[in-house]
């Protein structure tokens, strides 16, 4: 278990070198952004100057080597267009950004996995056609057009929440519905093909023969076991939804990272997306590797041997 | 409602012709809903230039944000109303159809190409090729893709061929792990064994034996990654950042349509039902398909 | 000895449905079985044993339906029982012991888990009392050293080990009726020895009432005191062991017992017997004997009429319409074919 850990965290820490490479270079190599910074109608020696005094004049590894190490030790350098440090608009979004995370994947294992419960105990009945429905639609919505069906429905005609912005803590339900639904359908269907094995499982029968109650033989024999890739899927899908909040912050005019990110990406505004994007791969990274830990830690076979 | 046409499927013949000549294909309700629904869209973007009733660009100041004809206001004369511009939407949304298959089949087809390449040379040479392959994939997927499409986009500009190309390199990822996966499973078998012996050189097996078996799986995340191309540009362009208007893409549609969303909200929801439509369309037949080419490769 | 017996099966009857239609697993099974005693119901692999001990215990699969005219254990009448009370009887005064100790236990539970919530479903005692009986029952069972073992997880033991869990765990709650499928089949041969050994030595001590499956012969001289042979669904012979094994009268359980190794007898060289063909297709409707398109005997009448399972003397029954010295071979031109 422990060989297996750390190999997974040298992994995880090859993964994010590469990408933060990738990000620097992308976002560098692309345009010159200190034409981005002062605008196309600069005039050179400002366009100069800027190059300069950000460090875009020298060779390119230097440039990464030294954005890395400042990036290390949590200096992400300042941000042209909001004119302050880049970390310190990063600590002042990130909270919302991880709010809503939570609660999104809150949201979509709260209705996924009893709905994938559901459907295996009773399958190919009108319950589990409509969880299967439910998923089906859920994969296919786009999360922009959800979040204004919501606005439409809930907010402009019903009048039960704020429009947009993040004034009271009901500001959260409608992006968090957002969000949560996309991972409800893998969440949903996991759980389903889980509990549906394992309610032919030889031990499942074994619980029966013992006399134990429906309730002990779902949710303690069936579900317990049927869960373990669910939990991790949902990790999975943890960083997923924090990656799609630039879309649903937008709309709902959340001022969280996604909508930094948004906001820097609109102004070309380079230091605050090189650290964003790096930000958003590191969630992505943290969660597939801590999936794949609870996945071994949820397994007793690989636990325990 | 799949499980028995895929279990009574475990005989069949895993080749395309050999699917459909015991017509699976035509039994199997995901694909038959799915089929169908895209054959409309399709049909609604090929023949736009006939049936679109206006000109998509065609600006009537006049005749600004016509409601569509079942609501009070409306006419046949612009069936789904106006825009702000007095455009036509019937025929923008015609026309939004092509832009979003154009886009989703030109991305996938670029993603297929490079994701299967890679996912068949890590699974038939596996080794260290198969290591640094799947070091690349999983690079890949810890690339937050509409982050890096909006920036990328944003900074390269915005038009057709720069969305397409930038969605082909980041949405290859799936090509990769299945065509990897097949692969690994028949790189053993006999008749590829003995062409090797035979001294056939690699690509050539890869071409001739491997690649028709990887094909059926391929052709299922075809589809999948169609849909997704088409919901993210759809995204890029409703955040402003993608296809540029005038174009009629429905990103673009929606977005616009958001300016009315309290006293007009049609303006969203026309665009946005055509959107789920179609991606919705192409998810049915792509798991359905998936449903019929592989038994046990369901969710 | 109890009056009446404790247990009766009456004309248990299970169905399966399958993509082929329905299909006959157990006809028509009937016995009766005293208090301690052991009953051996042989077959092959098909023949519906395992489904007849399934259906007694009511955890048949989905597509199963089960119908019988009585079951009863323990003067309860298991066919009115409520899931509830059924639940309660389960694991309590009935219990089962499965053919595959390597899946039969939960992967995700110690063995102390499994055990514990076994006993606390039936019994109210507090959680560390229970786990001193889980203890007290892995060293009845043979497995030294239990506290530690409560700790484990399947996955950390051999088949040997499990199955003795399986059977400490089935026993706790100390059931008086075993319904045993083929305990030891899936062990190593001498591991197999073993768990007989202690199955027949714990059924003696604690006075159980047993039904055991198995599909070897050689297993039932040893533990059983009746012996049902199956067939396609049906008991083709039953009767107390000496009488059956002694006096076998049924062509296929002779059949059965010439497959069987005698010392002395090969040690001669002769041949082992073999039964040629297979176990007929248990789907549609089912007329004549089932046993005629293997019989070496067959005669016109096996192919059409209904064999009933006949009393014979000593408590023996046969579903055969001749008697042994009845039976001579090649008794229809299509021979063994119909």
């Known amino acids: ?230 939990v991790s899927v949902s990790a999975i899908q943890a960083a997923h939804m924090l990656g799609g909040s630039i879309v649903v912050e937008s709309v709902f005019a959340l001022h969280g990272l996604g909508m930094l990110a948004y906001e820097s990406i609109l102004r070309s505004d380079i230091p605050t997306m090189q650290a964003v994007i790096l930000i958003f791969s590191g969630f992505f990274i943290i969660f597939s590797a801590l999936s794949d830990i609870i996945n071994a830690y949820l397994d007793p076979r690989i636990r325990v041997s | 409602m799949t499980d028995q046409t895929a279990g009574s499927n475990r005989g069949a013949p895993r080749t395309w012709w050999g699917v459909f000549s015991r017509s699976k294909f035509l039994s199997h309700r995901g694909v038959v809903f799915g089929g169908t629904m895209l054959v409309i869209v399709l049909a609604a973007a090929l023949l736009a230039p006939v049936l679109a009733p206006h000109d998509p660009y065609q600006q009537a100041l006049l005749n600004r944000l016509k409601p569509p004809f079942w609501m009070e206001g409306g006419s046949w004369t612009y069936p789904l109303g106006t825009d702000h511009l007095g455009r036509d939407y019937l025929s923008r949304l015609m026309f939004g159809a092509q832009i979003s298959i154009l886009i989703g089949l030109a991305t996938a087809i670029i993603s297929g190409v490079l994701g299967t390449s890679m996912g068949l040379a890590a699974g038939y040479f596996g080794g260290r090729v198969d290591a640094v392959i799947m070091f690349i994939v999983t690079v890949k997927l810890s690339i937050p893709t509409i982050l890096v499409a909006l920036a990328v986009v944003q900074l390269v500009g915005g038009s057709l061929q720069i969305v397409i190309l930038v969605l082909g390199l980041l949405l290859w990822h799936q090509f990769a792990v299945v065509a990897r996966a097949v692969t690994m499973q028949i790189r053993d078998m006999d008749y590829i064994t003995s062409a090797r012996m035979v001294g056939c050189s690699s ?81 049915l037949l792509g798991d359905g398909l998936r449903d019929i080419t592989s038994p046990q490769g369901r969710g | 000895m109890a009056s009446s017996p404790y247990v009766i099966v009456d004309e248990l009857t299970i169905d399966i449905r399958t993509a082929n239609g329905v299909l006959h697993a157990v006809s028509n099974v009937s016995f009766e079985l005293p208090q301690g005693e052991v009953l051996c119901i042989v077959g092959e692999s098909g023949s519906g044993k395992s489904m007849t001990a399934l259906g007694l215990m009511g955890l048949l699969p989905g597509m199963a339906t089960r119908k019988a005219k009585r079951l ?215 007329s004549g004997c089932g046993f005629a398109n293997r019989c070496e005997y067959v005669a016109p009448d096996c192919l059409t009429s209904t064999v009933p399972l006949a009393d014979r003397e000593n408590e023996h029954r046969v579903r055969c319409l001749f008697r042994p010295e009845e039976l001579i071979s090649g008794r229809t031109a299509a021979g063994a074919t119909p």
């Open chain 2, 203 to 283: 690509l050539r097996i890869l071409a001739t034996e491997v690649l028709p078996n990887v094909l059926n799986q391929i052709i299922v995340v075809l589809t999948l990654t169609m849909a997704s191309a088409i919901v993210i540009e759809a995204s890029l362009s409703f955040l402003g950042v993608g296809v540029q208007p005038p174009l009629p893409s429905w990103g673009i549609m929606i977005a616009e349509g958001k300016e009315h969303i309290f006293f007009r909200p049609w303006l969203v929801m026309i665009p946005g039902f055509a959107l789920l439509f179609l991606v919705l369309s192409i998810n």
């Open chain 1, 1 to 230: 278990m422990l060989k297996f850990l750390l190999q997974r965290i040298v992994l995880a820490l090859a993964v994010a070198l590469c990408v933060s490479m990738l990000t620097f270079g992308l976002l560098s190599g692309t345009i010159d952004p200190a034409i981005a910074i002062a605008g196309e109608d600069a005039t050179a020696e400002k366009i100069q100057s800027l190059r300069v005094a950000f460090g875009y004049d020298k060779p390119f590894y230097v440039q990464y080597v030294n954005w890395l190490v400042n990036a290390l030790q949590g200096d992400f350098g300042k941000s042209p267009y909001f004119g302050l440090d880049v970390r310190d608009l990063i600590a002042d979004r990130m909270p919302v950004t991880i709010k809503l995370g939570a609660l999104a994947i809150l949201f979509a294992i709260g209705l996924g996995v009893p709905l994938g419960v559901v459907a295996a105990i009773y399958p190919n009945t009108w319950i589990d056609r409509l969880a299967l429905s439910v998923a089906v639609l859920g994969q296919a919505i786009p999360n922009f057009w959800f979040s204004l069906l919501l606005i439409i429905i809930l907010a402009v005609q019903l009048e039960i929440f704020p429009v947009s912005g993040a004034t009271s803590a009901s500001s959260y339900v409608m992006p968090m519905i957002v969000l949560g639904t996309n991972g409800i359908p893998s969440i949903m269907r996991l759980t389903r093909t889980g509990m549906l094995d394992t309610l032919s499982a030889d031990f499942i029968r074994t619980a029966w023969a013992k006399g134990l109650r429906p309730r002990q033989v779902f949710f303690k024999h069936a579900l317990r076991n049927a869960l373990i890739p669910v």
């Open chain 3, 72 to 286: 009863v254990v323990e003067g309860r009448n298991l066919l009115a029982m409520s899931p509830l009370e059924k639940s309660d009887f389960l694991g309590n005064r009935m219990a089962m012991i499965f053919q595959e100790p390597m899946t039969s236990l939960n992967p995700c539970f110690t063995i102390g888990n499994q055990m514990v919530e076994t006993i606390r479903r039936h019994r109210n005692i507090s959680a560390r009392d229970a786990l001193t009986q889980a203890s007290k029952w892995l060293e009845k069972v043979g497995i030294p050293s239990s506290a530690g073992r409560l700790d484990q997880y399947p996955h950390q033991l051999s088949g040997g080990l499990r199955q003795r869990v399986m059977i400490a765990m089935m026993l706790m709650c100390e059931p008086k009726l075993i319904i045993a499928d083929e305990p030891t089949t899936a062990l190593d041969v001498t591991v197999q020895a073993q768990i007989l050994q202690l199955l027949s030595a714990l059924q003696r001590e604690l006075g159980l009432t047993m039904i055991f499956i198995t599909h070897d012969l050689g297993v039932v001289s040893r533990i059983a005191d009746r012996v049902a042979v199956m067939y396609a669904g049906q008991f083709v012979e039953y009767g107390a062991t000496r009488e059956v094994l002694k006096s076998a009268q049924h062509p296929y359980t002779r059949g059965l017992l010439k497959c069987l190794p005698v010392p002395g007898r090969s040690a001669r060289g002769a041949h082992l017997g073999t039964i040629p063909g297979s176990v007929p297709s248990l789907t549609g409707d089912m």
